[in-house]
């Protein structure tokens, strides 16, 4: 997911809209793909430790019930096209959730997941909590930007909702621009 969709997507959770879960492979995973996507820009490693360290330790204080333990033992019980995904149903079955939020979507096939978790896109899952919750969704996108400008342009509402667009998410991009501009 990118930082941008991550941030809206954990700003609203914040305001209890939805209960947000992840493994410890699944940081293991955004350990390892931001890493590689602060190498690409040319961030220097002290940097990346502390980004990294900062983003952990947030998730952690604000998402105390969102790490998923004893979830190893499912991976072998699930059927996936990649199984280098089976952690992430596993981990998902073990939290009780929902929904598996991707844009992933054939390497999640709606037959391969145990009733009733679902997959959703990004496009998908915040249009439905817009739906459910506009008011906390918009907050969400102005608490978002407000941190924005630290390291890095300056962005309005609107600039993370356009974002949102780019991460696959068109619709609720649409959506939200719309909204903003009443």
């Excluded at 961030?43 to 004893?70: C, H, I, K, S, W």
């Excluded at 929904?99 to 999640?108: G, P, R």
């Excluded at 300056?154 to 780019?166: E, P, S």
Aim: with cysteine; aromatic share 6%.
């Amino acid at each position: 997911m990118p930082s941008r969709a991550r941030d809206v997507l954990l700003e609203v959770a914040s305001r209890g809209v939805y209960r947000p879960l992840w493994s410890s492979e699944i940081l293991v995973e955004l350990d390892r793909t931001l890493r590689y996507l602060q190498a690409k820009r040319g961030t220097a490693e002290e940097a990346t430790n502390a980004y990294l360290a900062r983003l952990f330790r947030q998730m952690g204080m604000a998402f105390p019930d969102a790490l998923v333990t004893d979830w190893e033992s499912l991976v072998d019980t699930i059927h996936l096209p990649d199984p280098c995904d089976r952690h992430v149903v596993a981990a998902a079955r073990a939290g009780r959730a929902e929904v598996i939020v991707t844009n992933n979507l054939k390497d999640f096939p709606a037959d391969a997941l145990p009733a009733p978790l679902v997959r959703q896109s990004l496009d998908d899952f915040m249009l439905d909590t817009f739906d459910l919750h506009p008011d906390e969704v918009v907050s969400a996108l102005h608490v978002v930007a407000r941190r924005t400008g630290r390291s890095g342009p300056a962005m309005t509402a609107a600039d993370i909702a356009a974002l949102l667009r780019a991460s696959g998410a068109p619709l609720v991009s649409a959506r939200l621009l719309a909204r903003l501009r009443q």
